[in-house]
C-alpha cells in the first residue's frame, strides 16, 4: 500500500468514497489501526481523557501530545498521521501556532494538523496552510472549550447556531483547511454543511451524510469504562475479556499452575543434580 496523503483525502470527496478515521495514542494500537486499512490515524487530545486519566482534555501539553505521536508514527505506515493540537498551543498568536504545528510534522513525523473552532481560528489556519501545515478543522463541539458551550452537548439545533456553523465551516475551507470535523451536530445540519463545501466532513455524532467518519478507538473498543456518549458504536466489548484474563493470570500464579512446563525453559543438561552435586560435595 501507497502512504495516504492530504490530496487523497480531500479527493475522497468527488470520489464519493467515505473516509475511516480512528485516535491512536501509542504504538500497539497504531499498527493495528494502519494493519487495518483505517485512513486516518489521529493522535487526538482525547489523549488527555482516555489514557492520561485528566478529567477534560485542557489539561494535556504539547509534549505530553508529542510523546504519544512519535510512538503512534513509529507503528504506522500507511495511513494519514494527523497531530492535534492541545488547548493553549495555537490561541496565544500565530507563531505560536506555528511553532507548535511545525513541531508535530518535525519532532513526530506528523502529515498534518487538527485544531478546534470556526471563524475566530480562519487566520490562524491561514497561516499555517501558508506555511506549509495541512490543518484540519474541528466545529459543533468543541470539547477544549466545552464549558463556554454549556457542556458537552449537541451544537447547532437552532437556526442561529445551525447557520453560525455553516458559516464557520465555509470559512474554515476559505482558509485552506483540507477537511473539517463535525462534532455532535443534528444530522440534517451536518447533510447541509457536506453538501455546502468542498472539502470532505468527517463525522462524529454527526450522523451518516458526512463524508467519513471518526470515533475514539477506546470507546469502539470498549476499553474506556467511565462513560460512553450515545453516538458511538461499541463494536467490542474488550475491557471484561481483559479483566477475565487479568483474574486468570492471578489465579493461576496462585495455585501454581503458572507457569507451567511449556512456558518454562529446559537446559541441556541435568542442571539440578549438578548443581545439587556441587553443593554436597562442598
Ligand atoms: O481528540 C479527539 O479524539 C478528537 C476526535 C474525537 C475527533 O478530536
Excluded: W
Excluded at 75 to 85: F, I, P, T, Y
Excluded at 159 to 169: K, N, T, V
Aim: charged letters at 20%; proline letters at 4%.
Amino acid at each position: 500500500m501507497i502512504k495516504l496523503t492530504v490530496k487523497d483525502i480531500a479527493d475522497r470527496k468527488a470520489l464519493g468514497k467515505k473516509i475511516t478515521m480512528l485516535t491512536a495514542y501509542d504504538v500497539s494500537i497504531s499498527r493495528l489501526l494502519d494493519a487495518s486499512g483505517i485512513d486516518i490515524i489521529l493522535v487526538g487530545d482525547s489523549l488527555a481523557m482516555v489514557a492520561l486519566g485528566y478529567d477534560s482534555t485542557v489539561p494535556i501539553t504539547m509534549d505530553e501530545m508529542l510523546h504519544h505521536a512519535r510512538a503512534v508514527s513509529r507503528g504506522n505506515s500507511n495511513a494519514l498521521l494527523v497531530g492535534d493540537m492541545p488547548f493553549g498551543s495555537y490561541q496565544i498568536n500565530t507563531t505560536q501556532a506555528l511553532e507548535n504545528g511545525t513541531r508535530f510534522l518535525k519532532e513526530a513525523c506528523c502529515d498534518a494538523i487538527k485544531l478546534e473552532g470556526g471563524t475566530e481560528v480562519c487566520d490562524t489556519v491561514g497561516h499555517l496552510v501558508k506555511a506549509g501545515i495541512p490543518v484540519m478543522g474541528h466545529i459543533g463541539l468543541t470539547p477544549q472549550t466545552a464549558g463556554q458551550l454549556g457542556g458537552f452537548k449537541i451544537q447547532g439545533k437552532d437556526l442561529e447556531s445551525a447557520r453560525r456553523l455553516l458559516a464557520d465551516a465555509r470559512a474554515l475551507e476559505a482558509a485552506g483547511a483540507f477537511s473539517i470535523v463535525l462534532e455532535c451536530v443534528p444530522g440534517q445540519l451536518a447533510e447541509i454543511i457536506t453538501a455546502s463545501i468542498g472539502v470532505p466532513t468527517i463525522g462524529i455524532g454527526a450522523g451518516p451524510s458526512c463524508d467519513g467518519q471518526v470515533l475514539v478507538t477506546n470507546d469502539l473498543l470498549g476499553l474506556f469504562e467511565k462513560f460512553t456518549p450515545s453516538f458511538v458504536k461499541q463494536y467490542v466489548n474488550l475491557a471484561p475479556q481483559i479483566k477475565g484474563a487479568l483474574e486468570d493470570f492471578k489465579n493461576q500464579v496462585k495455585d501454581g499452575t503458572f507457569p507451567s512446563d511449556q512456558h518454562t525453559f529446559d537446559s541441556s543438561e541435568n542442571l539440578k543434580t549438578l548443581l545439587e552435586e556441587d553443593t554436597s560435595s562442598k
